[in-house]
């Protein structure tokens, strides 16, 4: 593993940033697009909240993020607050933020590009959900993933 896979991040293109528009105004509506949400984190400088479209992923009634562009804002803020919300419509969910393991992400990014490769494919340079264990493995340093861990209210 190098440690170009661990400082992996790749910035959104104009594309893509409509696209989280469209996708983040639909969860703040109240409309999922296949477990879409809206996460909000706080900034790990300002404190100020911060937004993101993320899809919301359940394996095993266990519940993930996946940060498919690699070391994103987000990713960084989240392990710097440990935790965030995530909202769909009205309704919005406080969480704590378990980071998983690299050992532990093949099946998780499996299912995630079982489910989302139509949107995230490109994101995983010609890795799709039929990879070995081992190539998944190999790869997973740069796809940081967190399980998401709901807050007692």
Avoid at 19 to 42: D, H, P, Q, Y
Avoid at 118 to 142: C, Q, T
């Amino acid at each position: 593993m190098t440690t170009d896979q661990h400082d992996r991040y790749l910035e959104p293109g104009r594309l893509t940033t409509v696209f989280n528009s469209t996708v983040a105004w639909l969860a703040r509506a109240g409309v999922s697009l296949l477990g879409s949400r809206e996460l909000r984190v706080r900034g790990r400088r300002s404190g100020e909240w911060r937004t993101t479209p993320v899809n919301l992923l359940v394996v095993d009634c266990r519940r993930y993020l996946v940060a498919p562009r690699g070391q994103t804002q987000w990713v960084r803020n989240i392990r710097v607050a440990r935790g965030g919300e995530l909202r769909l419509g009205r309704r919005v969910e406080s969480f704590r933020a378990v980071e998983v393991a690299d050992q532990d992400k093949p099946v998780i990014l499996r299912r995630y590009l079982k489910r989302w490769k139509f949107e995230v494919g490109v994101f995983f340079d010609g890795v799709d959900a039929k990879a070995s264990d081992a190539r998944l493995l190999e790869i997973a340093p740069g796809y940081p993933v967190f399980t998401v861990v709901a807050e007692p209210v």
